[in-house]
């Protein structure tokens, strides 16, 4: 099997867990997984497509500047660029853009702060942090409708081969060394926000919570 068919299939996997979990409303998510290092390539989902479907244009190769690099009638993501900065400045090998209600709620409620900060919660050790007390931290970032614009932002975050940025009222984008441990990242971020709005609201109805 090609290196390609193989990542084409391990992408497929992934999208269809995360379809599973209905993380893909209105067309909305784009994720890509690495091919090549030396040159750069990577698939990245087609533009604009219910990522809920599987088809046999799910995915196109794109070069290290996010440009396809075999002929095809298919558009990269919109949002391609980002991903290009996480294999550009990284060893990143999957990137996941999602847009959940939970992760846009997170994003505006501490978009002052320019980051969330989450601690107290047992799903943090699958960040690979296992100190008693750990704490996490995601930033939050303008939502430019310019994609450089918004990119160049964007980058200024992703400074490891694991990361994750929230963009403000819009969605997060989760990178990982592979597949797995992007999924697993994005997952654990899922967690802590879904538990961090339910705590907000359950403070607002005055029910006591342990801090
Ligand atoms: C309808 S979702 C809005 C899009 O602009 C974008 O944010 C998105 O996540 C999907 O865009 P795509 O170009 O299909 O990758
Ligand atoms: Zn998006």
């Known amino acids: 099997m090609s290196i390609v068919v193989q990542k084409w299939n391990e992408l497929a996997e992934v999208k269809a867990?995360?379809?599973?979990?209905?993380?893909?409303?209105?067309?909305?998510?784009n994720l890509s997984i690495k091919v090549t290092n030396d040159p750069l390539?990577?698939?990245?989902?087609?533009?604009?497509?219910d990522k809920r479907k599987q088809t046999d244009e799910d995915f196109l190769l794109v070069d290290a500047a996010g440009r396809p690099a075999e002929q095809?009638?298919?558009?990269?993501?919109?949002?391609?660029?980002?991903h290009t900065k996480i294999y550009g400045q990284t060893?990143?090998?999957?990137?996941?853009?999602?847009?959940?209600?939970?992760n846009n709620i997170i994003s505006d409620v501490y978009a002052q702060n320019g980051e969330a900060v989450f601690?107290?919660?047992?799903?943090?050790?699958?960040?690979?942090?296992?100190?008693?007390?750990?704490?996490?931290?995601?930033?939050?970032?303008?939502?430019?409708?310019?994609?450089?614009?918004?990119a160049a932002e964007f980058a200024k975050h992703v400074d490891g081969d694991t990361g994750a940025v929230l963009i403000?009222?819009?969605?997060?984008t989760?990178?990982?060394?592979?597949?797995?441990?992007?999924?697993?990242?994005?997952?654990?971020?899922?967690?802590?926000f879904s538990w961090q709005v339910?705590?907000?609201?359950?403070?607002?109805?005055?029910?006591?919570?342990?801090?």
Do not use: M, Y
Request: glycine fraction near 6%.
């Open 119 to 150: 601690s107290g919660q047992e799903i943090i050790k699958a960040f690979g942090i296992w100190e008693e007390n750990a704490e996490v931290r995601i930033p939050i970032i303008d939502n430019d409708a310019d994609i450089p614009t918004l």
């Open 198 to 211: 339910k705590r907000l609201l359950l403070q607002r109805a005055a029910v006591p919570l342990a801090d």
């Open 41 to 49: 390539t990577f698939l990245v989902t087609a533009s604009g497509k």
């Open 168 to 172: 403000h009222n819009h969605g997060i």
């Open 17 to 29: 867990e995360l379809a599973a979990r209905d993380w893909f409303f209105a067309t909305s998510g």
């Open 174 to 192: 989760v990178w990982g060394r592979d597949a797995f441990e992007a999924k697993k990242h994005l997952e654990a971020w899922e967690f802590l």
């Open 91 to 102: 060893n990143a090998g999957c990137v996941l853009h999602v847009h959940t209600v939970d």
């Open 72 to 82: 095809t009638h298919v558009k990269p993501s919109a949002e391609t660029l980002l």
